[in-house]
């Protein structure tokens, strides 16, 4: 899948601190950052639609996301721990309403060491 | 709140046996939410497999089927014969839209196909 790209791919860190990348090319309106941990589902973290924050999960507030523009999605990780060990998906649909698809990312994997 | 249960993994089956792999849901945030099932195959991200947004309708993708069971809340996955590049890990998930939309997922199950 190239049409929704993510970057980097792999990630190693200590406490650092870094930004995860996601530019979709579909199109779409509506874009989400998923995490999944290891033997887990993957859980909604962020979701934006036309570039404006609609639904805010309970994470912790070391991540921050950043919408530029329609078709990007930033995730910022400061001080990371390890219990954020795992995949981040980006994701995007053509809006936030019922009855969407989401097309998902191949993922982002992040180990804290 | 919204959910999904399916079938715990891992699941080993032989090429050319038929496959079911359950998935029920329960929603409280809409009345007939959309069902999917998405997999992932490794080392890629989650694709969509199929989708059925009617209640009493079937889809299918890639000889894959799933009936959309209202009365049973229920959404199983069936092939009648499973190949090998079938070894993957895949989810039941709900279309939840409790002020926005999204995607519920199960716990996801793991089928390895030996040749």
């Known amino acids: 899948n190239t049409k929704i790209t993510q970057s980097p791919r792999y990630l190693i860190l200590g406490r650092a601190n870094k930004s995860l990348e996601c530019e979709q090319h579909?199109?779409?309106?509506?874009m989400y950052w998923y995490k999944q941990s290891a033997e887990k589902p993957p859980e909604l973290m962020f979701l934006?639609?036309?570039?404006?924050?609609?639904r805010n999960e309970t994470v912790p507030s070391r991540f921050i996301p950043e919408c530029p523009d329609s078709s990007k999605l930033l995730l910022h990780i400061s001080a990371v721990d390890p219990e954020d060990s795992a995949v981040y998906f980006c994701?995007?649909?053509?809006?936030?309403?019922?009855?969407?698809?989401?097309?998902f990312g191949e993922g982002s994997r992040l180990i804290v060491v | 709140g919204d959910s999904v249960t399916q079938t715990e993994g891992p699941v080993t089956v032989s090429e050319s046996e038929s496959l079911i792999i359950n998935c029920t849901y329960s929603?409280?945030?809409?009345?007939?939410?959309?069902l999917f099932w998405y997999v992932r195959y490794p080392g890629e991200g989650l694709q969509l497999l199929l989708k059925?947004?009617?209640?009493?309708q079937k889809g299918s993708s890639r000889g894959f089927e799933a009936t959309y069971n209202k009365e049973t809340t229920s959404f199983h996955l069936q092939k009648a014969s499973v190949q090998e590049s079938d070894s993957a890990v895949y989810y039941c998930?709900?279309?939840?839209?409790?002020?926005?939309?999204?995607?519920?997922f199960g716990s996801g199950t793991q089928l390895t196909v030996m040749p």
């Open positions: 994701a995007s649909s053509p809006g936030r309403y019922s009855g969407n698809t989401l097309y």
């Open positions: 579909l199109g779409h309106n509506a």
């Open positions: 929603a409280t945030s809409i009345a007939y939410p959309n």
């Open positions: 998930a709900l279309g939840a839209s409790s002020g926005s939309w999204q995607l519920i």
């Open positions: 934006y639609n036309l570039k404006q924050l609609i």
């Open positions: 059925v947004i009617t209640a009493g």
